[in-house]
């Protein structure tokens, strides 16, 4: 609206300003427009520090105070202008956010093609938005805001650079990647994963704790990780985050092998691992519920495959961990007896529905094998299903006794919901659905 500097006499010179910009490209695998985005952001705080040792009287710059000012570059001329956007007011209180009506109007008459506005019409445009040229006159500037902008350029390729791979790998959080060992930081294991745009080391943290204990990390060596999470930000170290030991990664590897997962025959219903067992004497174990809604498909013997091909796959990639692959049911006492496999059960008692607990008769000679090392296969259980889990010997079960103590222990039992969850549950699937 308001006629602006004439571009010519305000550009600021950068020789070899399109050879610059794609040498910096090539360098930093970065596109064009992302380098041009740090340039301008690189030559804007250069004008910010120009501006402040011209104004060393006013302390009072807020952070924010330059948000409304941006650079523009001119490729073909090979300079650049500092433009700032300004409301239009009838009386001026802060001359880099504001431009008064009456300066407005006398560059309008300057105008040779403007046409002239009524007074009605002038007073209408308090409010509205120009874009007008600010870039200083000294020449001492365009010196200044080069050296600022060098110094803080490197900054703002970062920047972009964590942007482009943000936007890129938000995507695929919660899916599985490739990564090859790098190098090792403190007690985490830094990867490298593949990048869509041509980065050949896109930088993922394997902290300790996602970490499997059968795991061998050495440089060069290559395993399949899960995406947790794409960090925001432009602080220093690795963006992506990713795990060894989430339940989400043998999701993700059984769906790779298996077809029918693909295909939509097949449903993971839950999944509870413990990948890091709390005793050295206790290995990696997962068990895992599917189902299907198609009569003629087995979905136990459809993930295990012929003689075992298919979960082999995955329980190498997990460096042997144990996998139980059992068959979901809506039926709550089907459900728990087919979690604690591979243990025979005699019988499940739904001892407090509400409550969710359960208690499981086993012959004595089961006792062992459905509490498993360390109570390793009822925990896995009582995740995997959702409910409190007591295994019994069914020779000394007293029915009256167990509910007498149920109905004891039953506000204590309120806190369990908190406590035995699956660590993956497709929402599709509910009791209450069927």
């Not at 993971?268 to 498909?297: F, M, N, Q, Y």
Request: glycine share 6%.
């Amino acid at each position: 609206m308001s006629k602006a500097k004439d571009p010519k006499k305000s550009n600021v010179s950068l020789p070899q300003l399109r050879n610059m910009i794609e040498e910096i490209s090539k360098d930093r695998n970065l596109p064009s427009s992302a380098v041009q985005t740090a340039l301008r952001e690189a030559l804007l705080k250069g004008y910010e520090r120009y501006r402040r040792s011209q104004h060393l009287d006013r302390m009072d710059f807020e952070e924010d105070h330059f948000d409304n000012f941006d650079v523009f570059l001119n490729l073909d001329e090979e300079a650049f202008q500092v433009v700032a956007t300004k409301t239009i007011v009838e009386e001026v209180t802060d001359e880099d956010k504001e431009i008064s009506l009456n300066d407005v109007k006398n560059s309008l008459q300057q105008e040779e093609s403007a046409e002239e506005l009524s007074e009605e019409k002038l007073q209408e445009l308090i409010g509205d938005s120009v874009i007008l040229d600010v870039t200083p006159d000294r020449e001492d500037f365009g010196r200044m805001a080069a050296i600022q902008a060098k110094q803080v350029l490197a900054q703002k390729l970062r920047d972009q650079q964590r942007k482009i791979i943000q936007e890129e790998f938000e995507q695929f959080e919660g899916t599985a990647l490739l990564g090859k060992v790098l190098r090792f930081e403190r007690q985490s294991v830094i990867l490298s994963v593949s990048s869509s745009f041509g980065q050949p080391d896109v930088e993922a943290e394997l902290p300790q704790k996602e970490q499997l204990p059968n795991d061998n990390y050495r440089i060069g060596r290559t395993f399949k990780v899960f995406l947790k999470k794409v960090r925001e930000g432009s602080q220093r170290g690795p963006q992506l985050l990713v795990s060894r030991g989430a339940a989400g990664l043998v999701v993700e590897l059984f769906a790779n092998e298996v077809p029918e997962i693909e295909e939509e025959l097949v449903r993971i219903v839950a999944v509870a691992r413990e990948a890091s067992p709390p005793s050295r004497h206790v290995g990696p174990r997962t068990k895992i519920a599917v189902d299907t809604l198609e009569g003629d498909v087995d979905p136990v013997g459809a993930c295990i495959g012929a003689r075992g091909s298919r979960i082999q796959v995955v329980v190498n990639e997990l460096q042997g961990e144990k996998i139980d692959v059992i068959r979901w049911s809506p039926d709550p006492s089907t459900y728990i007896s087919n979690a604690l496999s591979p243990a025979r059960i005699d019988e499940v008692r739904l001892v407090n529905p509400e409550g969710r607990q359960a208690h499981v008769l086993v012959p004595e000679d089961q006792l062992s094998l459905a509490i498993g090392k360390e109570g390793q296969n009822v925990r896995l259980a009582a995740r995997l299903t959702g409910w409190k889990i007591d295994i019994k010997d069914v020779n000394k079960y007293d029915p009256v006794a167990a509910m007498a103590e149920v109905e004891s222990q039953r506000q204590a039992d309120s806190e369990y919901q908190s406590r035995y969850q699956p660590d993956y549950q497709d929402a599709g699937y509910a009791e209450d659905n069927y």
